[in-house]
Nanobody, 115 residues
Framework: QVQLVESGGGLVQSGGSLRLSCAAS????????SGWYRQAPGKTRELVAS???????NYIDSVKGRFTISRDDAKNTVYLQMNSLKPEDTAVYYC?????????WGQGTQVTVSS
């Protein structure tokens, strides 16, 4: 069964950058729409960025111009480059297909942005 493993989170100051990685144990990203989600304390999980199999990309308004999603099919990996981070970006970040499949939810990676 394919598993997804997120990494790259951490603690950064406001204005800083992080690059998240999501590695799949199988080739699922190339033929599906994949995305990065986040869940902040007390809030529901939201889809932050997505990329289709043909490379069409979408972002929620709050991260446009700051976050960049990309995919490396040779490595079965999806990335999220996050620049100009803000305290409100603090959350656990997850990757999954879009829509998310229950068996692909992993532990996520914590991103904490201090002011």
């Amino acid at each position: 069964q394919v598993q997804l493993v997120e990494s790259g989170g951490g603690l950064v100051q406001s204005g800083g950058s992080l690059r998240l990685s999501c590695a799949a144990s199988g080739n699922i990203f190339r033929v599906n729409t994949s995305g990065w989600y986040r869940q902040a304390p007390g809030k529901t999980r939201e889809l932050v960025a997505s990329i289709t199999s043909t490379g069409r990309i979408n972002y929620i308004d709050s991260v446009k111009g700051r976050f960049t999603i990309s995919r490396d099919d040779a490595k079965n990996t999806v990335y999220l480059q996050m620049n100009s981070l803000k305290p409100e970006d603090t959350a656990v970040y997850y990757c999954n297909l879009v829509p998310g499949l229950s068996w692909y939810w992993g532990q996520g990676t914590q991103v904490t942005v201090s002011s």
